[in-house]
Structures are given as structure tokens and as C-alpha cells.
């Protein structure tokens, strides 16, 4: 049936409900709009606009359905598609909100609102060839409009076609030339425009473009510095190309002045040194005999001009023998007279070198001989101090704990108020398997300052890895908001260090519950990394900061490779697997039953405090009405945040689709992260449990590919091979023969298990993590329990190189299998690994974290701080 249409003074009221919603006067639009739907109550426009001011105070899904029944009563008008569009979008799902955009559109081709919110949702999916048409209408409607061109000139560099955005530009500056020399946002179109020249490749339009414009010449580009590395960059590239040698040595005297002018402006700029070097042909990567004195002249050079770390710093990178020798004691006697606590983090990559590192040794021993025995006002005391500090660092990063700790308990007594010393302490320890005698370590420096963030917040994460949650969360919630539990305001300031070492800390106590509810936290940061840009597409384009707009999508689109959500991606996959595989496990975890006893203590409590909160009792319903009548009229389109009913987790671990789960969390990471073992492993886990042996046997090239000898890799082969040739009936073509082709590919098929399991234990007898490998295949050929231990306990022979980390995966893998041994193998760590406390019992466990508590060096105390808002 069509649409009812209006009469001309009811049109004329509807052109008033559209300017009153969009001046927000959202209690006349709604009287409007009754006033509309009592003539005409199948009027869908009007059921749309209604719906949408519902929405707006707070009726949500009143409005939805309304909007949804106004949409069938008149499908073909542009504003019910606009309106179920903006509701779309406030749920943040953009691609259904571009379509009901782009079927508005077929009923109005040339609205600019829906054009323009359409332009904006193209960028946000991504799809950059319907982007260029809608940048092509807005111009077409508005085409004195400036902003329409660089929009058109974005879109065209993002669907690739660079050409067109070089055209687009040309046109647009050649309308602004007289707009002055001081426009920043003019300046900033130059500098995108040379941007769209070097991704074309070319480089001398570019140089030239550059020149013409520079500042110092009275051009429009106003960030000098900006511009004169991209110059110094693209002479760089220039001295790449097929150009005769003279052009080449023009080219090469024109970046060199420009690398010595960015140096005059910054003489600590290590990327201007490297780019300076390489003008001259020389890659601090990879120092030669032939040119090293020459780059070491170069250094030498501004050590001498300039009062400046950096060059002094690289010249240690590029020396050997005995030169580097000469500069390596000036350069540690200066760091440690002057005290600086960050000299050994600076030291470190030239520990790479074992040589250089033996010589740093030996010369911090011979400072702190030195050192010691000074008298008198030629060695100030702290001097002493800071090479002891620098000394257990080297120790600790080597490995040699038992040292470490010796030199820093000499520095403690010589100073026992310097944090730092205890800091160091604390990750001695960490590194030598203590995680609770590092912990309380870390404690012992926050109480030294207690207003320190860096130090609370390590102190926090040390508490976690021990497995002390709350104490933890004492902690944090010294600086978060007061009233506020430090957890849920961790969350909202998406804190991923927190969520983490939390996330790893409840799976580490078998809390897989509470684990994989924060590991989705993390996956909720993310994808609210990617909501958030959808403000900046407009805007970028608007104020015309283009190369930083560009640069932030390439960003986004890569956002998922954090390490954070690689860690959160495998632990998540890890623990929905070890689901699938235990159905009891699932439901271990739910708590008791309890009475309706302890139910109505546990609410009057939580309405206890809740109350004490609010400073005044809950006695009725009356505050809430009263907090709903001072509310704003206008509650937006965004919905509100759903209530959590599952807190802790324990509904979700008892999901029916483990894999499929697991499998959405890890979608695209295969493509984003294709260098990244963990998740080839993951993706196969979950894969040949689906029973998708193609995409398992892919991800195990794909692995292969880049480490042939990894111990999960080895055990996956054989578990891939020995779960094929159990089918009960083989796999049919296409896809048996290309299965069983790839697999001979990784193991051939006349090589037993048997025999490929011995020969990778021959190859890589001393290593630990081999020996798991080859007990987990031994298990997967179902040998008896007695050979599986057998061959783990064999970590604890020579020539195996088995450090706590090893011992404890180790530990881990008996527990899991209930081996008879565990406590056998635990107690034997226990001995041998004396600095450890990874292989104590549990109630040796559950004692140190009591005494913890219970000392005076409890996270309660040191309140000197305030809580920060």
C-alpha cells in the first residue's frame, strides 16, 4: 500500500518536526509528530522521526520498534533509511549502516547529509572505490568548497589511484596561490602533495616541489624541520636511481647539507646520524672494516662540536678492539660520576657483542675497585653506588643471579634508601624464578616512594605474577578514581599492562573464568581503537592534516598485531581448546550451591555498602526517581552500556561452541601476524579440532617456513600425520590428495613417528623443550605412562640446559597428564633451583603470600599518597 501523503500544512509541520529535532527541542518533536501520527497513523517518515526522538530520551527500544514498523509502512523514503541508518551507526555497526546509507541514497542521490555520513562510513569499512564516487557528489553539489577537493584527493590515494590525487591537488593550489605564506593548513596540503609524489616514485618532482616552497626561501611550507627530512630523504632515493655519477654527487652534497643542518638543530637525533652516515655510504647496521674509521671520524667530528650523547654513544657501536676500548671508559666514568640510573639500559645492545660486553665488565670492576678505596674528595660516595648498581644489572641480564643479588645487598647497606637498588632486587629475582621474593622487593621501594607511579604501578604487576590479586588491586587503587573498585576504572582507562598480568594471573591459579573475561576485555580495547577513529575522518580532512590522518589508518588497519592482543589472542584460544577438550572442566569451576540464607546476607551487605557509598541509607525508590528527573533531556543515540550478568565469567566457561569462539577471536590474525609461531599454533589448534585439516596443515607450513626446528612445531607434525590416518574413511579429492601431499611435505610419508620422534631428540638432545616434544609424541603413540616420565625426567641429566622456565613447562605438562611423578619431579626443582620459588608447594606457597600480608611491608602500608581523579 503507499505511504499516506501529506496535506500542505501538515508538510509544513513535518518540515518543523525535522528542524526540531535537529535543534534538539526533543519534547516539541515528539508533540509534533503525535499531533502528525493522529491524522495520518500509518505515515512512516513521521513513525521514523518519532522513533529516533524516542531513542534520544532514552526509550530505546520503543523507538526501535517504532522505527523499524515506520520503515515498513514506506520503504522507499529516504529519511526512514536515514534514520534506521543513524541508529545503526550509534550501534557501531558501520557496514549495515552504510547500506541502509546507500539505499537512502537511491531516493535522494544529491542530500549532502547522507552523502557526506556515507563518505565517512566508506572510509571507516574501508571501501575506498565507493568512497571516490561519494567524494565525486559532494564536490559535484558544493564545488567552491575546498575541503570536498582534499577529501576527493584522499580518497584517490587511498583506492590507489595516486595520479588522480596528484591532479586533484595540482587544481586545488592552483586556486590557493595567493592565500599567503603563513597558512598552516596550506602548508600542510604541500606537504601531502609531496608525500602523493614519492609514493608515485617521483622523487625529483618531489626535491623540486620542496625547494620552491621552502620556508627559508619565504615558501608556504612552515615546518622546516618536517620538510627537510623528507628532503634528505628523498635525495636519498634519488642516489638510488640509474642517474649518471654527477647527479648522483650533486645529490649526495645537497642531502649532506641538509642531515648537517637537522643535526645543528638537533645534535642528540640518532635517525639524523644514521641518515647522515648512510648519505656518505655507510650503514650503522652493518659497519665494515673498510669504512668503519670513517664513520667513526664523522662521530668524532660532532663529539667534539656538539654537546651531545647521541654521537658519542654510536661511536661505541661502530668501534672494536682496542678503540673501543679508549671510548668506552670516558663514557662509563661520566655516566657513573653523574649518576645516571638509565647508563646500563643504554649499554645494553652492545651486549650483542660478547667481546664489547667482556670489556665492560672488566672496566666496571675496576671503576668499583677504583672506587672503593678512594678517599677524600675525589670520588664523590655515590660514584661507588651507582657502578654496585651498574654492576648487579650486568650480573642479572647475564643470568648470574646469586652475584647480582651479593653486589646489591653491598649497595643496600651502603645506601638504603635509593629505590632503584630495590627495584634491580626485585628483577634479579624475577629472573632467577622468585616472583614472590620480587614482589616483595618491589613493595620494599615503594615504600621508600610512595608517591612514585612507575614504581606503584610495577609493584602492581610484580603482585600480580606472584598471584596476589587484591593485594594488587590495593595498589592500583591508590591511583585510581576514590569510591571506584581499581579494577573497573583500570578497565575504562584501558590499561593493558593491568589487564595483562590480571588476565595471566587468574589462568596461572586456574581461574580460566575470570581469565578469559579479561582476555575479551582486551579485545573490547581494541575494537574501541577502532571506533574511535570514525571522529577523525571528517575532521582530518576539515583542518587538513592529511600525512598524520593517512599514517593513522595504516595504523588502525594494523592495530590487532599488538603484543598485547597476540598474548590475549593465544591465552583465549589456549583456554577455550583446554574446554573442548575437558568438558568437566567447564564446570568445575562453578562455585558451590549456597543457601537463601547466605543469598540474602550477601545482598543486604551489597545494599549496605552501597548505601555507605552514597553516605545516606537506601530506603526506598526515591533517590532513583529523583537522579532520573535531574537527568538531561537528551540521552543521544548511543546506547547504553549493557549490564554485565555474568561477572565473573562462570556462564561463559560453559559455552557449547568453545571453537567456534576461539575461532572469531583469531580471525585475520593469520594474515596481519603471518610471522608469528604462537599464532600459527593457535590457528592450528583450533583448526584440526574443527576438523579443517587443510587450513591446520597450512598454518604448519607456514610455521615450518620460519622455524623447522621448534618443539611445538615437531609435536604438531606428528599429532597432524597421526590424526589424518585414524580417520575411520579417507578424505575424498580434492581435498585428500592435496592434505596428504602437504603432510609428506613436512614429514615423509616413509618416515615412521617413531622414527622422526628418535631423530629429533638425537638432533637436539640438550635442549629442554625438545625432550617435551619428544614425550608429547611419545604420548600421542600411546606409550606407557612409566616412558613418558621416564623421558621428561630426563631434563635433569647432563648435557641439558635446563633453566626454571624449562623445569616449570615441564612441571606443568606432568600435572596435566596426572603423572604419579609430579611431586617426585617438583621436589627434585625445588633442590636444584635454589633461588626459585616456582617449584614450593602449595602451602609453602600460600605461607609466603600470608607472610607477605601480614608483614609490615603490606601494600597497606606507605599511605603516603593521595588518590588521583
Keep these: 500500500?503507499?505511504?499516506?501523503?501529506?496535506?500542505?500544512?501538515?508538510?509544513?509541520?513535518?518540515?518543523?518536526?525535522?528542524?526540531?529535532?535537529?535543534?534538539?527541542?526533543l519534547s516539541k518533536g515528539r508533540k509534533t509528530a503525535d499531533q502528525i501520527l493522529k491524522k495520518y497513523p500509518e505515515h512512516g517518515e513521521t513513525m521514523c522521526m518519532k522513533g529516533l526522538i524516542l531513542v534520544h530520551l532514552g526509550q530505546r527500544d520503543e523507538g526501535i520498534n517504532l522505527v523499524k514498523e515506520g520503515m515498513r509502512k514506506d520503504l522507499s523514503s529516504h529519511i526512514c533509511w536515514h534514520v534506521w541508518a543513524l541508529i545503526q551507526k550509534s550501534e557501531h555497526k558501520y557496514e549495515d549502516a552504510l547500506k541502509s546509507y546507500i539505499q537512502a541514497l537511491k531516493f535522494d542521490k544529491d542530500n549532502f547529509n547522507i552523502l557526506r555520513d556515507t563518505a565517512v562510513l566508506q572510509t571507516q569499512t574501508r571501501q575506498f572505490e565507493g568512497l571516490v564516487e561519494t567524494r565525486h557528489n559532494l564536490l559535484r553539489l558544493r564545488p567552491y568548497n575546498r575541503h570536498h577537493w582534499v577529501g576527493l584527493a584522499v580518497a584517490y590515494q587511498l583506492n590507489g589511484n595516486l595520479a588522480e590525487a596528484k591532479q586533484v591537488l595540482e587544481h586545488i593550489e592552483g586556486f590557493l596561490r595567493n592565500i599567503g605564506s603563513s597558512n598552516v593548513e596550506f602548508s600542510e596540503l604541500l606537504m601531502y602533495h609531496v608525500r602523493i609524489l614519492e609514493d608515485m616514485g617521483d622523487f625529483q618532482s618531489a626535491v623540486d616541489m620542496l625547494e620552491s616552497h621552502d620556508r627559508a626561501k619565504g615558501g608556504s611550507v612552515l615546518d622546516r624541520m618536517a620538510s627537510t627530512e623528507m628532503k634528505a630523504r628523498l635525495l636519498a632515493k634519488l642516489k638510488e636511481s640509474d642517474a649518471d655519477d654527477e647527479k648522483k654527487t650533486a645529490w649526495t652534497e645537497r642531502a649532506d647539507a641538509a642531515w648537517r643542518w637537522l643535526l645543528s638543530q638537533n645534535a642528540d637525533g640518532y635517525e639524523y646520524y644514521k641518515g647522515?652516515?648512510?648519505?656518505?655510504?655507510?650503514?650503522?647496521?652493518?659497519?665494515?672494516?673498510?669504512?668503519?674509521?670513517?664513520?667513526?671520524?664523522?662521530?668524532?667530528?660532532?663529539?667534539?662540536?656538539?654537546?651531545?650523547?647521541?654521537?658519542?654513544?654510536l661511536a661505541l657501536h661502530v668501534a672494536t678492539g682496542q678503540e673501543f676500548q679508549d671510548l668506552i671508559k670516558p663514557y662509563l666514568t661520566n655516566g657513573l660520576t653523574k649518576g645516571i640510573p638509565s647508563l646500563f639500559a643504554d649499554l645494553k645492545p652492545l651486549y650483542k657483542d660478547s667481546v664489547k660486553r667482556q670489556i665492560i665488565e672488566d672496566i666496571v670492576e675496576e671503576?668499583?675497585?677504583?672506587?672503593?678505596?678512594?678517599?677524600?674528595?675525589?670520588?664523590?660516595?655515590?660514584?661507588?653506588?651507582?657502578?654496585?648498581?651498574?654492576?648487579?644489572?650486568?650480573?642479572?641480564?647475564?643470568?648470574?643471579?646469586?652475584?647480582?643479588?651479593?653486589?646489591?645487598?653491598?649497595?643496600?647497606?651502603?645506601?638504603?634508601?635509593?629505590?632503584?637498588?630495590?627495584?634491580?632486587?626485585?628483577?634479579?629475582l624475577k629472573r632467577a624464578g622468585d616472583p614472590h621474593g620480587a614482589a616483595r622487593a618491589m613493595n620494599d621501594a615503594r615504600l621508600l616512594d610512595g608517591q612514585d607511579r612507575f614504581i606503584n604501578t610495577k609493584t602492581g604487576k610484580y603482585l600480580l605474577r606472584a598471584g596476589m590479586v587484591n593485594e594488587a588491586d590495593t595498589i592500583f587503587s591508590k591511583f585510581t578514581r576514590g569510591g571506584a573498585p581499581a579494577g573497573a576504572d583500570l578497565e575504562e582507562m584501558q590499561a593493558m599492562h593491568y589487564l595483562v598480568e590480571q588476565g595471566d594471573s587468574y589462568r596461572r591459579a586456574g581461574k580460566l573464568n575470570l581469565a578469559l573475561k579479561k582476555y575479551y576485555?582486551?579485545?573490547?580495547?581494541?575494537?574501541?581503537?577502532?571506533?574511535?577513529?570514525?571522529?577523525?575522518?571528517?575532521?582530518?580532512?576539515?583542518?587538513?592534516?592529511?600525512?598524520?590522518?593517512?599514517?593513522?589508518?595504516?595504523?588502525?588497519?594494523?592495530?590487532?598485531?599488538?603484543?598485547?592482543?597476540?598474548?590475549?589472542?593465544?591465552?583465549?584460544?589456549?583456554?577455550?581448546?583446554?574446554?573442548?577438550?575437558?568438558?568437566?572442566?567447564?564446570?568445575?569451576?562453578?562455585?558451590?550451591?549456597?543457601?537463601?540464607?547466605?543469598?540474602?546476607?550477601?545482598?543486604?551487605?551489597n545494599k549496605a555498602k552501597k548505601a555507605a557509598r552514597k553516605g545516606q541509607p537506601e530506603v526506598d525508590g526515591a533517590n532513583s526517581k529523583k537522579a532520573t528527573a535531574i537527568q538531561p533531556e537528551d540521552r543521544g543515540l548511543e546506547p547504553p552500556r549493557p549490564r554485565d550478568d555474568d561477572p565473573e565469567g562462570l556462564k561463559l566457561v560453559l559455552a557449547e561452541d568453545p571453537l567456534e569462539r576461539a575461532d572469531k577471536y583469531l580471525t585475520g590474525l593469520s594474515e596481519l601476524v603471518p610471522q608469528n609461531m604462537d599464532i600459527c599454533f593457535a590457528i592450528y589448534d583450533v583448526a584440526i579440532r574443527r576438523k579443517k585439516y587443510?587450513?591446520?596443515?597450512?598454518?604448519?607450513?607456514?610455521?615450518?617456513?620460519?622455524?623447522?626446528?621448534?618443539?611445538?612445531?615437531?609435536?604438531?607434525?606428528?599429532?597432524?600425520?597421526?590424526?589424518?590416518?585414524?580417520?575411520?574413511?579417507?578424505?575424498?579429492?580434492p581435498v585428500g590428495?592435496?592434505?596428504?601431499?602437504?603432510?609428506?611435505?613436512?614429514?615423509?610419508?616413509?618416515?615412521?613417528?617413531?622414527?622422526?620422534?628418535?631423530?629429533?631428540?638425537?638432533?637436539?638432545?640438550?635442549?629442554?623443550?625438545?625432550?617435551?616434544?619428544?614425550?608429547?609424541?611419545?604420548?600421542?603413540l600411546k606409550a606407557p605412562q612409566d616412558e613418558v616420565d621416564s623421558i621428561l625426567f630426563t631434563v635433569l641429566k647432563e648435557p641439558v640446559q635446563l633453566d626454571h622456565e624449562a623445569a616449570f613447562a615441564v612441571l606443568s605438562y606432568l600435572k596435566e597428564m596426572k603423572s604419579p611423578r609430579a611431586e617426585e619431579f617438583r621436589i627434585a626443582c625445588n633442590d636444584r633451583f635454589e633461588l626459585s620459588t616456582l617449584f614450593r608447594s602449595d602451602e609453602e606457597i600460600d605461607a609466603l603470600q600470608k607472610s607477605f600480608t601480614e608483614s609490615g611491608e603490606s601494600p597497606a602500608d606507605g599511605e603516603a599518597l593521595e588518590t588521583v581523579i
Excluded at 582 to 588: H, K
Excluded at 743 to 764: C, D, G, M, R, T
Aim: avoid cysteine; charge should be negative; glycine fraction near 2%.
Design 1 to 25: 500500500m503507499a505511504p499516506p501523503i501529506l496535506a500542505q500544512k501538515d508538510k509544513k509541520l513535518f518540515a518543523d518536526l525535522l528542524s526540531q529535532y535537529e535543534n534538539r527541542q
Design 276 to 313: 647522515f652516515l648512510a648519505n656518505q655510504g655507510i650503514d650503522l647496521a652493518n659497519v665494515t672494516d673498510e669504512n668503519r674509521e670513517k664513520a667513526l671520524e664523522m662521530l668524532r667530528d660532532y663529539s667534539n662540536v656538539q654537546f651531545a650523547t647521541a654521537p658519542r654513544r
Design 367 to 428: 671503576l668499583r675497585a677504583t672506587f672503593a678505596t678512594s678517599t677524600g674528595d675525589s670520588v664523590e660516595p655515590t660514584t661507588y653506588l651507582w657502578a654496585l648498581y651498574l654492576l648487579a644489572q650486568h650480573h642479572s641480564y647475564l643470568g648470574r643471579h646469586k652475584q647480582a643479588l651479593e653486589i646489591l645487598d653491598i649497595a643496600i647497606v651502603h645506601t638504603p634508601t635509593l629505590p632503584e637498588l630495590y627495584m634491580t632486587r626485585a628483577r634479579a
Design 521 to 605: 576485555v582486551i579485545q573490547k580495547v581494541f575494537e574501541s581503537f577502532r571506533e574511535d577513529q570514525y571522529e577523525f575522518h571528517q575532521y582530518s580532512v576539515r583542518k587538513t592534516i592529511l600525512n598524520v590522518y593517512t599514517e593513522m589508518l595504516k595504523w588502525e588497519d594494523n592495530v590487532r598485531s599488538h603484543p598485547g592482543f597476540i598474548h590475549a589472542a593465544v591465552a583465549t584460544v589456549q583456554i577455550w581448546v583446554a574446554l573442548y577438550d575437558d568438558a568437566t572442566l567447564g564446570p568445575s569451576l562453578q562455585p558451590p550451591e549456597t543457601t537463601a540464607s547466605d543469598v540474602s546476607s550477601k545482598k543486604a551487605i
Design 694 to 733: 587443510l587450513q591446520a596443515v597450512r598454518m604448519l607450513t607456514r610455521a615450518h617456513s620460519l622455524d623447522s626446528e621448534h618443539p611445538g612445531l615437531h609435536s604438531r607434525i606428528a599429532h597432524l600425520r597421526n590424526t589424518v590416518s585414524l580417520l575411520p574413511e579417507p578424505i575424498p579429492a
Design 737 to 780: 590428495p592435496i592434505l596428504a601431499e602437504s603432510i609428506a611435505s613436512l614429514l615423509p610419508a616413509e618416515v615412521s613417528l617413531e622414527l622422526f620422534n628418535s631423530q629429533y631428540l638425537q638432533k637436539h638432545f640438550s635442549s629442554p623443550m625438545a625432550i617435551v616434544a619428544h614425550a608429547k609424541v611419545a604420548q600421542i
